[in-house]
Nanobody
Framework: QVQLVESGGGLVQAGGSLRLSCAAS????????TGWFRQAPGKEREFVGA????????YYGDSAKGRFTISRDNAKNTVYLQMNSLKPEDTAVYYC????????????????WGQGTQVTVSS
């Protein structure tokens, strides 16, 4: 079992930055690929990006490319989502999720989920 807890969400003005954290606990938590997803009201859960367990590979969704960066510190069992140049359309609840094996982009391919953290970008 892996437990995930997100933090770092909040209210930010357009053009600003936020860094989200995803702290993992449980057996071999650092050996899981970790994805970030977001869900706005009335919309489906959207893939933001993901990082391999080693941190050597990352993959981003179109909305994140060039603005967001995912990194991890396995010594701290924590994965980060650095978000820059935020836009009002980035407003959503952001979730981290973990899975064994390779990076995937679909929510159903992830086994463990955090509770989410709200990000609100004002115009």
């Amino acid at each position: 079992q892996v437990q995930l807890v997100e933090s770092g969400g909040g209210l930010v003005q357009a053009g600003g930055s936020l860094r989200l954290s995803c702290a993992a606990s449980g057996r071999t938590a650092s050996s899981y690929a970790t994805g970030w997803f977001r869900q706005a009201p009335g919309k489906e859960r959207e893939f933001v990006g993901a990082i391999s367990w080693s941190g050597k590979s990352t993959y981003y969704g179109d909305s994140a490319k060039g603005r967001f960066t995912i990194s991890r510190d396995n010594a701290k069992n924590t994965v980060y989502l650095q978000m820059n140049s935020l836009k009002p359309e980035d407003t959503a609840v952001y979730y981290c999720a973990a899975k064994t094996g390779n990076i995937r982009v679909r929510p159903y391919e992830y086994d463990y989920w955090g509770q989410g953290t709200q990000v609100t970008v004002s115009s």
